[in-house]
């Protein structure tokens, strides 16, 4: 299975409400990126956080890392519909030549 | 617009045919990677050049494909003797090792294999 897998796969929910979306891995990493992609297009880099941090801010964008649980989560506060996109986490692991890992993706639906 | 470029947009083959992907990176960026990314699933690593040194291959590449990077500028992806399981979106990516490990996408190569 992949390196980083998303929980949950889909997510529905209101314009204005949060989105929360969880990413599980397996090895050590250097850092631990999301990505947006918006239907059959390219990926947008949205956040890095790096192995010695536990919390990182972007404008909506919460991301929090808890490298004992190998675990990260996304959080996008005050959702707009143009936020609806596929939300991919991806691991930088150590020893893998910054080649990165992504897992499944969610897929997140902001309805207006 | 300096970001990554990826020609073509699109591609369509007959199965058993050669095509070739270009990527332009970032100026400047030395670090250049390949993705491939199947409908609904995240992109899986292909290969990784630092300058002109393709550094890392996945078990993904077969025989069939391969990646050049002459003058550590562009590069290119050709598939040969295509197969209907190659159909994919075909996913570009650079990098700065001095600015950071972020990777900046192209907007893919979308590969229909008939």
């Known amino acids: 299975s992949q390196q980083g897998e998303e929980d949950p796969q889909a997510l529905s929910i209101q314009e204005g409400e949060n989105a929360t979306m969880n990413c599980s891995y397996k090895t050590s990493i250097n850092n631990l990126q999301w990505y947006r992609q918006n239907s059959g297009r390219g990926l947008v880099h949205l956040i890095l956080?790096?192995?010695?941090?536990r919390e990182k801010h972007s404008g909506r964008l919460r991301v929090t890392l808890d490298t004992s649980k190998k675990s990260s989560s996304l959080l996008i506060t005050a959702s707009r519909a143009a936020d609806t996109a596929s939300y991919f986490c991806a691991t930088d692991a150590r020893n893998a030549g910054n080649m990165l890992t992504f897992g499944g993706g969610t897929r997140l639906m902001v309805k207006p | 617009d300096t970001g990554v470029s990826q020609n073509p947009r699109h591609k369509i083959t007959k199965r058993g045919q050669n095509v070739t992907f270009r990527c332009d990176p970032i100026s400047e960026h030395n670090r250049l990677y390949w993705y491939r990314q199947t409908l609904g699933q995240g992109p899986e690593f292909l290969t990784y050049?630092?300058?002109?040194?393709?550094?890392?291959k996945s078990r993904l590449l077969s025989d069939r494909f391969s990646a050049e990077r002459p003058k550590g500028s562009f590069s290119t992806l050709e598939i040969q003797r295509t197969e209907q399981g190659d159909s994919a979106m075909y996913l570009c990516?650079?990098?700065?090792?001095?600015?950071?490990?972020?990777?900046?996408f192209g907007p893919g190569t979308r590969l229909t294999v008939t």
């Open positions: 050049f630092q300058n002109e040194a393709q550094l890392e």
């Open positions: 956080i790096r192995s010695n941090e």
């Open positions: 990516a650079s990098s700065s090792g001095l600015a950071g490990y972020e990777q900046y």
